[in-house]
């Protein structure tokens, strides 16, 4: 079996802010996948939380370049949208990536895209709103997120319902009371690998 070789990229919900690297979703996907005889090792997780698009481009798609991938999963905005980014500018950087993405993978098809989820229900995610409506705002960076996933036909993966959960659940926000806990990244996971999976077998 060919080996997959994957880079994760993106922010604080990708490198696993608030839970151990073990516990990143990217890292248990990968030992799921293992688990049922997928030849895959993920080579780079060069998410950073606080990063942008714009970071993105200027930090990770060099990893990305070096890195010899074959499957990619991309899970970027929120950062754009807390620091007042424009849809605009936001698609246009999503679009940067997506290209640079589809040239550098040997089947460009390999690429997963997963929505932003709904910090604004965290104890702390208010803080971060300067007076803006977060749901809504977020809904529609991820409605921007949809349409280049369907402009390909990539497959997209909507953790943002299953994030409101956090509202109700103290256990599912990490200790710094923003970012999900293991046990969110845990339940995000299975619907990221169910994507995964149907390009990757």
Known sequence: MKEIRY??????????????????????????????????????????????????????????DKADCNFVTLLIGVNDWVQGVTPKEYSSNLDFILAHIRKGLPDRSKLVIINIPDFGITPDGPNYSKGRDISAGLEHFNSILLRKAEAFDYPYVDIFPISKEMENDPTLVAKDGLHPSAKEYAIWEPLIREKALQILV
């Open 7 to 64: 880079i994760a990229l993106g922010d604080s919900y990708t490198i696993g802010e608030g839970a151990k690297l073990e516990e990143s979703w990217p890292s248990l996907m990968v030992d799921n996948l293992s688990k049922i005889g997928l030849n895959i090792e993920l080579v780079a997780n060069p998410s950073v939380t606080g990063w942008t698009t714009q970071d993105l481009i200027e930090k990770e798609l060099p990893v990305f």
